[in-house]
């Protein structure tokens, strides 16, 4: 099970840190992000397969990051300068490193999703 927290209200131009709490191990799993706004499409955002190896969608790089903490089964996702277009449901997503195929951008590729936490940037 993930479990995410740390959504909130904020202004445009500021910051927020996602948390996804794992009920397992992490160490197998690639870490994702995903948000999905009403009426559209769940978005990609970013992911942390390993520690040294993140990658992020083309609307937030250079303004989110992904981070892992194996030690105590958690992920992050820190969001800087954020954007009234930022605003959304934001889910946590593990998949098994060691089976299934395909990228780790596509949301078919896990298969343990968290409830969603919702982010809303508005002035």
């Known amino acids: 099970q993930l479990l995410e927290s740390g959504g909130g209200l904020v202004q445009p131009g500021e910051s927020l840190r996602l948390s996804c709490k794992a009920s397992?191990?992490?160490?197998?799993?690639?870490m994702g992000w995903f948000r999905q706004a009403p009426g559209k499409q769940r978005e990609f955002v970013g992911s942390?397969?390993?520690?040294?190896?993140?990658r992020y969608g083309e609307s937030v790089k250079g303004r989110f990051s992904a981070s892992r903490d194996n030690t105590n089964n958690m992920a992050y996702l820190q969001m800087n300068s954020l954007k009234p277009e930022d605003s959304a449901i934001y889910y946590c997503?593990?998949?098994?490193?060691?089976?299934?195929?395909?990228?780790?951008?596509?949301?078919?590729?896990?298969?343990?999703w968290g409830q969603g936490t919702q982010v809303t940037v508005s002035s």
């Open positions: 942390a397969v390993r520690t040294d190896n993140t």
């Open positions: 397992g191990r992490t160490i197998d799993y690639a």
């Open positions: 997503a593990a998949a098994n490193v060691r089976s299934g195929r395909g990228s780790f951008s596509d949301e078919i590729r896990y298969d343990t």
